[in-house]
């Protein structure tokens, strides 16, 4: 029987179907009987082994053929779902959560002084973690990492079964699929989420590099303290950046990973440090097998104790404004160097990932915060006297070679006064702005109504109220003096030593307010705006502390524009932004510039500041310039000085702690006037007292280097001659127009103006402010100040 009919022998019967006999002749010639074959004697049949009983059943329902087919069926079918899941799945965009990441915010010496963000997470690039730290999370988790193709099939195959059967998370998955389920997924165990991880892994692997995923992976994982990420880790388990850490270190980061709570020692039962230790000694020995470290550098390894949990810097104190101001000058770079708008800025900077080190010195910030303390705040009582709650104190500090602010006080804390009293621009600087027009008449070879060229020793007419005169007619402006004094015949450099009002208006004009607006704009104030006219040399725009300490620090510069800047790197995982140098080119000659600095140190040594600045038992001959400034009704004071390597200027300001209106400072501290009342707060007063603690603190001695032969730096003051004045008679109607704020209005002014001018104007001016004060207005539009508390 050939082999195929016996195959279907036994699918009918389930028996071998019995050989055919040979035909031959029986012996002794007989012949077989006819019609069949010789068949075994009955007896042998019967002796012969009992046939087996039939199989048939089973293998009829399932046939070997059934079998196979149904499972190549199977396979074909997998095969072809898992292509159509493969073309359908697409890589996705991250996820959100894995994209948001704490910006990180250091001072100048690279020390971390604030962490913002809903998540504290930090990405670094891998080429900053030491390549052994980067074999620790590969010995944990997936040795085979840098030759498999991303994915686990017996670990994947375990998930899916586990899921299924609702037995929750299981381990086993490459550290490409747990950057996946991390990046690009969630933490959701479901089947559909395993089936997506697998497609995702293998074409992210086809698409990057490993050390890609290996730094998406260490990016993205979480650590256990609230810390996602490596750096973040590092920071918090041992108080050091990622490519700081030992492979010691790296190893128990490593091993966090499989338990973060669990393994965290400062938290641990003793359970637990028996297991994470367990888990650091395994992933070393892991290193070893894969040549990855030394035998002996294993065998004289310890274990790194993590340092204890520390809460995450907050913005506390002045940490908010440092930050807000840091946000909106890399906002502003993004919007130059990218061309986006603002709010296309704002998101790119919000928890986005940035490393941002500010060009604060630490020191000389919390110097300024004590002597603000100590000055000021520590001496007002609000419970005591109501005065004392409406004080806001501002401050800015810069290097004025390098354009660097160094230090800023901003107010309370962020939490507790929102608006920042450093980049505030709604009070007056009052007469800080007089070295403006100073250096605008300088610079322009500017002189007199009788052709005298303007310089220190120029002689003006300092009688209080005296009309403005422009070729001849009355401009209808006339502010008084401080005190509604009368100078007289007066010098250039003793009417800014006691803040004359009547020279310097004439002076304005003299010069064309034309001229001294571009000068301020020039120098680095926001003439956005503001209009021309004689009132602004009294200071009436809105101003602030950091840009008349830029305006200042570009004097100081000797006529070298400075854009102070917090800004001094800011950093991505994947990109950096250019900051500009904060210095830039000549804005004014450099005899202009020294001219007005050798004028102001007379200010600090013969005028206004003389008390708490020149006689500062504090100050050990330092040479210092400066110019104090006293708005109307004592709603803002400054003082702005700077010695040849530090420009600070500190400004207090009246605001009224519920309606946040502009309120008189007058009373502030418990001082008193000469008749026992509520005394007047200037510029020679507190904000003089905050810069010279502060500066005298941080600088050492030193002289300015000028060139000039002018003022009293180069020359002492001397009594002046009194020479021509003008006296033409007017011979047409003002045409000034009243000046603009530069600062949106947060109030609109509910009360008309209640002080008339010193001299009537023959004309009613044709354009009402288009911007107004905060606070009720008190001043004559003309005339914005009234002339008679404009001055110290």
């Given at each position: 029987?050939?082999?195929?009919?016996?195959?279907?022998?036994?699918?009918?019967?389930?028996?071998?179907?019995?050989?055919?006999?040979?035909?031959?002749?029986?012996?002794?010639?007989?012949?077989?009987?006819?019609?069949?074959?010789?068949?075994?004697?009955?007896?042998?049949?019967?002796?012969?082994?009992?046939?087996?009983?039939?199989?048939?059943?089973?293998?009829?329902?399932?046939?070997?053929?059934?079998?196979?087919?149904?499972?190549?069926?199977?396979?074909?079918?997998?095969?072809?779902?898992?292509?159509?899941?493969?073309?359908?799945?697409?890589?996705?965009?991250?996820?959100?959560?894995?994209?948001?990441?704490?910006?990180?915010?250091?001072?100048?010496?690279?020390?971390?002084?604030?962490?913002?963000?809903?998540?504290?997470?930090?990405?670094?690039?891998?080429?900053?973690?030491?390549?052994?730290?980067?074999?620790?999370?590969?010995?944990?988790?997936?040795?085979?990492?840098?030759?498999?193709?991303?994915?686990?099939?017996?670990?994947?195959?375990?998930?899916?079964?586990?899921?299924?059967?609702?037995?929750?998370?299981?381990?086993?998955?490459?550290?490409?699929?747990?950057?996946?389920?991390?990046?690009?997924?969630?933490?959701?165990?479901?089947?559909?989420?395993?089936?997506?991880?697998?497609?995702?892994?293998?074409?992210?692997?086809?698409?990057?590099?490993?050390?890609?995923?290996?730094?998406?992976?260490?990016?993205?994982?979480?650590?256990?303290?609230?810390?996602?990420?490596?750096?973040?880790?590092?920071?918090?388990?041992?108080?050091?950046?990622?490519?700081?850490?030992?492979?010691?270190?790296?190893?128990?980061?490593?091993?966090?990973?499989?338990?973060?709570?669990?393994?965290?020692?400062?938290?641990?039962?003793?359970?637990?440090?028996?297991?994470?230790?367990?888990?650091?000694?395994?992933?070393?020995?892991?290193?070893?097998?894969?040549?990855?470290?030394?035998?002996?550098?294993?065998?004289?390894?310890?274990?790194?104790?993590?340092?204890?949990?520390?809460?995450?810097?907050?913005?506390?104190?002045?940490?908010?404004?440092?930050?807000?101001?840091?946000?909106?000058?890399?906002?502003?770079?993004?919007?130059?160097?990218?061309?986006?708008?603002?709010?296309?800025?704002?998101?790119?900077?919000?928890?986005?990932?940035?490393?941002?080190?500010?060009?604060?010195?630490?020191?000389?910030?919390?110097?300024?915060?004590?002597?603000?303390?100590?000055?000021?705040?520590?001496?007002?009582?609000?419970?005591?006297?109501?005065?004392?709650?409406?004080?806001?104190?501002?401050?800015?500090?810069?290097?004025?070679?390098?354009?660097?602010?160094?230090?800023?006080?901003?107010?309370?804390?962020?939490?507790?006064?929102?608006?920042?009293?450093?980049?505030?621009?709604?009070?007056?600087?009052?007469?800080?702005?007089?070295?403006?027009?100073?250096?605008?008449?300088?610079?322009?070879?500017?002189?007199?109504?009788?052709?005298?060229?303007?310089?220190?020793?120029?002689?003006?007419?300092?009688?209080?109220?005296?009309?403005?005169?422009?070729?001849?007619s009355k401009v209808g402006f006339g502010p008084p003096n401080e005190d509604d004094h009368d100078y007289g015949p007066i010098t250039v450099q003793q009417a800014m030593n006691n803040s004359v009002n009547s020279v310097f208006a004439q002076m304005?004009?003299?010069?064309?307010?034309?001229?001294?607006?571009s000068t301020a704009h020039q120098l680095g104030m926001d003439t956005t705006g503001m209009d021309p006219v004689p009132a602004q040399t009294l200071g009436s725009m809105g101003a602030s502390p950091l840009e008349m300490a830029g305006i200042y620090?570009?004097?100081?510069?000797?006529?070298?524009?400075?854009?102070?800047?917090?800004?001094?790197?800011?950093?991505?995982?994947?990109?950096?932004?250019?900051?500009?140098?904060?210095?830039?080119?000549?804005?004014?000659?450099?005899?202009?510039?020294?001219?007005?600095?050798?004028?102001?140190?007379?200010?600090?040594?013969?005028?206004?500041?003389?008390?708490?600045?020149?006689?500062?038992?504090?100050?050990?001959?330092?040479?210092?310039?400066?110019?104090?400034?006293?708005?109307?009704?004592?709603?803002?004071?400054?003082?702005?000085?700077?010695?040849?390597?530090?420009?600070?200027?500190?400004?207090?300001?009246?605001?009224?702690?519920?309606?946040?209106?502009?309120?008189?400072?007058?009373?502030?501290?418990?001082?008193?006037?000469?008749?026992g009342g509520p005394g007047r707060v200037n510029g020679g007063g507190y904000p003089a007292q905050i810069w010279a603690a502060y500066t005298f603190s941080v600088t050492s001695k030193s002289k300015f280097d000028l060139d000039t032969t002018q003022?009293?730096?180069?020359?002492?003051?001397?009594?002046?001659?009194?020479?021509?004045?003008?006296?033409?008679?007017?011979?047409?109607?003002?045409?000034?127009?009243?000046?603009?704020?530069?600062?949106?209005?947060?109030?609109?002014?509910?009360?008309?103006?209640?002080?008339?001018?010193?001299?009537?104007?023959?004309?009613?001016?044709?354009?009402?402010?288009?911007?107004?004060?905060?606070?009720?207005?008190?001043?004559?539009?003309?005339?914005?100040?009234?002339?008679?508390?404009?001055?110290?």
């Amino acid at each position: 029987m050939g082999r195929a009919e016996e195959r279907r022998a036994r699918q009918r019967g389930g028996r071998r179907a019995a050989p055919r006999r040979r035909r031959s002749a029986p012996a002794g010639g007989a012949t077989p009987a006819p019609g069949g074959s010789a068949g075994p004697a009955p007896g042998r049949r019967a002796a012969g082994k009992a046939a087996k009983p039939p199989k048939g059943r089973i293998r009829r329902l399932f046939p070997w053929k059934k079998i196979l087919g149904t499972f190549f069926g199977l396979c074909l079918l997998g095969i072809g779902g898992f292509i159509a899941l493969y073309m359908i799945v697409d890589v996705p965009q991250g996820n959100a959560a894995a994209k948001q990441q704490s910006n990180i915010y250091k001072y100048s010496d690279g020390s971390i002084m604030a962490r913002v963000g809903k998540t504290n997470r930090e990405s670094v690039d891998l080429s900053r973690v030491p390549k052994d730290v980067q074999h620790t999370f590969v010995a944990a988790e997936n040795k085979t990492f840098y030759t498999d193709s991303g994915i686990d099939l017996k670990g994947l195959a375990r998930g899916l079964y586990n899921t299924a059967m609702g037995r929750g998370a299981q381990g086993g998955s490459t550290i490409t699929q747990q950057y996946v389920k991390n990046y690009y997924l969630n933490q959701n165990q479901t089947v559909s989420r395993k089936l997506q991880e697998m497609v995702i892994s293998l074409k992210v692997d086809q698409k990057m590099s490993k050390d890609q995923i290996l730094a998406g992976y260490i990016n993205t994982s979480y650590y256990g303290r609230g810390a996602y990420g490596i750096q973040a880790a590092a920071q918090a388990y041992y108080r050091v950046d990622a490519d700081r850490l030992s492979v010691a270190q790296g190893a128990y980061l490593a091993a966090l990973l499989q338990a973060p709570s669990q393994y965290d020692w400062a938290v641990a039962t003793d359970t637990g440090k028996k297991l994470v230790q367990a888990r650091w000694n395994y992933v070393l020995d892991n290193m070893v097998k894969q040549h990855w470290l030394d035998p002996a550098k294993r065998q004289a390894m310890t274990f790194p104790y993590p340092k204890e949990p520390k809460a995450a810097p907050g913005l506390d104190g002045q940490k908010g404004y440092l930050v807000d101001l840091a946000n909106q000058q890399l906002e502003q770079q993004l919007m130059q160097q990218e061309n986006i708008t603002r709010s296309q800025a704002e998101a790119e900077v919000v928890d986005r990932g940035w490393t941002i080190t500010l060009n604060i010195d630490k020191k000389k910030q919390a110097e300024l915060e004590q002597a603000v303390k100590s000055q000021l705040t520590g001496n007002l009582h609000p419970k005591k006297r109501k005065a004392d709650a409406n004080v806001q104190a501002g401050a800015v500090s810069v290097d004025p070679k390098t354009g660097k602010i160094l230090a800023l006080y901003g107010g309370e804390g962020l939490f507790k006064h929102w608006t920042d009293n450093a980049t505030r621009r709604d009070y007056q600087p009052a007469s800080t702005f007089k070295p403006v027009i100073l250096a605008a008449a300088l610079e322009n070879n500017a002189t007199t109504q009788d052709g005298r060229p303007i310089t220190a020793n120029t002689v003006y007419d300092g009688t209080s109220g005296r009309q403005v005169v422009d070729h001849g007619s009355k401009v209808g402006f006339g502010p008084p003096n401080e005190d509604d004094h009368d100078y007289g015949p007066i010098t250039v450099q003793q009417a800014m030593n006691n803040s004359v009002n009547s020279v310097f208006a004439q002076m304005g004009v003299d010069v064309g307010m034309k001229k001294v607006m571009s000068t301020a704009h020039q120098l680095g104030m926001d003439t956005t705006g503001m209009d021309p006219v004689p009132a602004q040399t009294l200071g009436s725009m809105g101003a602030s502390p950091l840009e008349m300490a830029g305006i200042y620090a570009t004097l100081a510069n000797h006529g070298d524009k400075v854009t102070p800047s917090i800004l001094k790197s800011a950093e991505q995982s994947t990109r950096s932004v250019r900051v500009p140098d904060p210095v830039g080119g000549q804005v004014i000659s450099r005899t202009a510039a020294d001219t007005v600095t050798s004028v102001l140190t007379g200010v600090v040594d013969d005028g206004t500041a003389r008390e708490h600045v020149a006689d500062n038992p504090l100050r050990d001959g330092q040479q210092v310039a400066g110019k104090t400034g006293t708005s109307d009704e004592d709603k803002s004071a400054w003082f702005t000085g700077y010695t040849p390597d530090l420009v600070t200027s500190v400004g207090l300001f009246g605001e009224d702690a519920k309606s946040k209106a502009h309120v008189s400072l007058t009373g502030a501290g418990g001082l008193l006037s000469p008749t026992g009342g509520p005394g007047r707060v200037n510029g020679g007063g507190y904000p003089a007292q905050i810069w010279a603690a502060y500066t005298f603190s941080v600088t050492s001695k030193s002289k300015f280097d000028l060139d000039t032969t002018q003022g009293a730096a180069v020359q002492p003051t001397q009594t002046p001659t009194h020479s021509q004045t003008p006296s033409q008679t007017p011979s047409h109607t003002p045409t000034s127009k009243p000046p603009t704020s530069s600062a949106p209005p947060s109030k609109t002014p509910t009360q008309t103006p209640t002080r008339t001018p010193t001299q009537t104007p023959t004309q009613t001016p044709t354009q009402t402010p288009t911007q107004t004060p905060t606070g009720e207005i008190t001043q004559d539009p003309i005339d914005p100040g009234g002339g008679r508390n404009f001055g110290q």
